[in-house]
């Protein structure tokens, strides 16, 4: 158990819609970072955050977007889903906001049908 | 700039040694090494920063060549409970010697361990 819990598990919509997917960071770790991963895909970096603020940003769409909140938790909002967005969204904690490992959650499953 | 990593995928016999490459075409601060099991989340192994340094955990090693932007995961003796996909992330040098922080990782070596 690597502390870093994502809600929810699996995730089934439509397209059009819009969804929010949430991140509890392990207790300490002040970075969060989202990624996606498509079916047999690498980890694809979306966004980083540090203490609240913004650290570094990848190549997450205009239709996504995401916070942390000052008790450390994070919401990645997913809007105007298309098929193609259907994939494993991770987050990950680090303690610090580079040179630090970090440690996954077990992901959400979203599938946009 | 995704860093790039060969093999794609390797499939060894039950005690037999493995190499994985991670090569960058940018200044790299950091590299960090995760295994990541089918339906499973990414766990990590090791971090290297910059400086050469050489690191070990139990049979599996990892070394970075700064001046090469690269990094080589070793596996001695590997066992069954090696086979996953191996990451390789990288973080590259900002402007002001401080790394970008945004963690990129390469597309995933899979390895797999036969009995």
């Known amino acids: 158990d690597s502390g870093v819990t994502q809600t929810p598990k699996h995730l089934i919509t439509a397209t059009g819609q819009r969804v929010t997917l949430r991140c509890s960071p392990r207790?300490?770790?002040?970075?969060v970072y989202w990624y996606q991963q498509s079916l047999d895909q690498g980890l694809q970096f979306l966004i980083q955050?540090?203490?609240?603020?913004?650290?570094a940003k990848g190549n997450i769409l205009e239709r996504f977007s995401a916070q942390q909140f000052p008790d450390l938790h994070s919401e990645l909002n997913l809007s105007s889903l298309e098929l193609g967005d259907s994939a494993l969204y991770f987050c990950?904690?680090?303690?610090?906001?580079?040179?630090?490992?970090?440690?996954f959650g077990n992901g959400t499953r979203l599938t946009v049908t | 700039q995704q860093p790039v990593q060969s093999p794609q995928a390797v499939i060894l016999r039950e005690g037999e040694d493995a190499v994985i490459n991670c090569s960058s075409s940018?200044?790299?601060?950091?590299v960090h090494w995760y295994r990541q099991k089918h339906g499973e989340a990414p766990v990590f192994l090791m971090i290297?920063?910059?400086?050469?340094e050489q690191k070990g955990h139990d049979k599996i090693s990892a070394s970075f060549n700064e001046k090469k932007q690269q990094s080589s995961l070793y596996l001695t003796a590997s066992q069954l409970s090696y086979s996953g996909t191996y990451f390789c992330?990288?973080?590259?040098?900002?402007?002001?010697?401080?790394?970008?922080?945004?963690?990129?990782f390469g597309k995933g070596t899979k390895l797999s361990v036969k009995p």
């Open positions: 990950a904690s680090s303690v610090e906001s580079d040179n630090s490992p970090l440690h």
């Open positions: 207790s300490g770790d002040l970075s």
């Open positions: 955050y540090y203490n609240g603020e913004e650290r």
């Open positions: 940018k200044a790299l601060y950091s």
């Open positions: 290297l920063l910059k400086g050469g």
């Open positions: 992330g990288t973080e590259s040098v900002q402007s002001v010697g401080r790394s970008q922080g945004n963690l990129i």
